[in-house]
C-alpha cells in the first residue's frame, strides 16, 4: 500500500531533528512498519524506531451555512533515525549572515 508522508516542520519539529527526530502526517491507516520501509526507501536512512500518535479531526464552524463540520482524522509519526543518521531534503539550510 502506497501513502503520501506530509512531514511537519514546525518550530520544536525543526529542533528535534537535531537529535534525529523526523515528524510526519500520515493517513490514519498507515502502520509503523509501512512508514519505517517508506522512510529507509524514499530517503536512504536507516530507522531506528517510530513512535506514533491518532489525532482526531478538529470541529469546525462553517459561520455562513451555520454548520459544524469536523475535519479529518490523521496519525502523527516520529521517526527516530540511527546515530549520525540525517535526511539532507528535510534539514532547513542555515541562512549566511
Given at each position: 500500500m502506497r501513502f503520501l508522508l506530509?512531514?511537519?516542520?514546525s518550530e520544536k519539529a525543526?529542533?528535534?531533528q537535531e537529535r534525529g527526530v523526523?515528524?510526519?502526517w500520515a493517513p490514519v491507516t498507515a502502520t509503523k512498519n509501512q512508514v519505517r520501509e517508506l522512510v529507509e526507501e524514499l530517503f536512504g536512512v536507516k530507522v531506528a524506531k517510530v513512535n506514533s500518535m491518532f489525532r482526531w479531526g478538529k470541529v469546525k464552524m462553517n459561520w455562513r451555512q451555520r454548520r459544524s463540520h469536523r475535519r479529518p482524522k490523521r496519525k502523527k509519526f516520529l521517526v527516530f533515525l540511527k546515530e549520525g543518521e540525517k535526511i539532507k531534503e528535510l534539514s532547513l539550510k542555515e541562512t549566511k549572515k
Open positions: 506530509e512531514p511537519i516542520l525543526v529542533q528535534d523526523y515528524c510526519f
